[in-house]
């Protein structure tokens, strides 16, 4: 079993890298050792050891004589873009969930499959039970049709090859082709509407959103006996949705 005097020298041996860290991110064009065990306070013996064992990791790498970051820091400072990105959404999301009285989703279409990136509900208005997956009956569901209808043909077609057309309930679109005549009769200044065509007792609507050059959408549902509330409250949340973009919570890259 390890020495108890152990776990406080582990500590500081991360914390001094993590400052190596700092410091070297602080130069873009990277920096000498000297200067780093100088900028840190660290004894210059101290200062190589923990360089040298950052780059074999991956997190620096040596270059002419000075450290630069190394892949495996950007990843960390890419996960951590994306964590940040991620908490922006979902609270934008819970604000217009609060503002409108709804279950608000966030949705991609990312490397071929249909992504829910974020739901937004409360126990007294809960989201659709998610009993069949997403991303296979996307024919079904409002957020897939709408991220269909952004697709070309070539990605649509792929899409339905390797995720059928098959009914979920007995209002689901009845085939390929009815779907894709739906989708070719879409308008972008019209939501896409689905009643129960893939949970009974619910009703959806989605609207797409542009972020970035991929398809994305936004939608809300609501249950069967309150369908009159449908349409409004799309279309409060339309009517925001330039706000929602501008203050750059939504992002594909995520």
Not at 81 to 104: C, F, M, T, Y
Not at 105 to 114: L, M, S
Request: proline share 6%.
């Amino acid at each position: 079993m390890a020495s108890t005097s152990t776990a406080p020298t582990l500590i500081g041996s991360v914390q001094r890298a993590l400052r190596l860290l700092e410091a070297v991110g602080s130069h873009a064009g990277g920096a000498p050792a000297k200067q780093l065990a100088r900028e840190t306070g660290l004894p210059l013996p101290t200062a190589y050891h923990l360089l040298r064992t950052l780059t074999h990791e991956g997190y620096l790498l040596r270059d002419k004589g000075v450290f630069v970051l190394g892949e495996a820091a950007k990843r960390l400072g890419a996960a951590g873009g994306a964590q940040n990105r991620r908490s922006k959404i979902e609270g934008s999301l819970a604000h217009w969930r609060d503002a409108i009285g709804v279950p608000v989703y966030f949705a991609v279409y990312r490397d071929g499959e249909i992504e829910v990136v974020a739901v937004s509900d409360t126990p007294a208005k809960p989201a659709v039970d998610a009993w069949a997956d997403f991303r296979e009956t996307g024919h079904a569901h409002a957020i897939g049709q709408c991220l269909l209808s952004q697709l070309d043909e070539r990605s649509r077609q792929d899409h339905l090859d390797r995720h059928p057309v098959e009914a979920l309930t007995p209002y689901t679109v009845r085939d390929r082709h009815t779907l894709l005549e739906k989708l070719s009769r879409s308008q972008p200044t019209l939501p896409f509407v689905e009643r129960q065509e893939y949970a009974l007792g619910t009703v959806c609507a989605a609207i797409p959103i542009t972020a970035g050059s991929g398809a994305a959408a936004m939608a809300i549902s609501v249950p069967l006996h309150q369908e009159e509330r449908l349409l409004p409250a799309v279309e409060q949340l339309r009517s925001e949705i330039g706000k929602l973009l501008s203050s750059f919570a939504f992002s594909i890259s995520i």
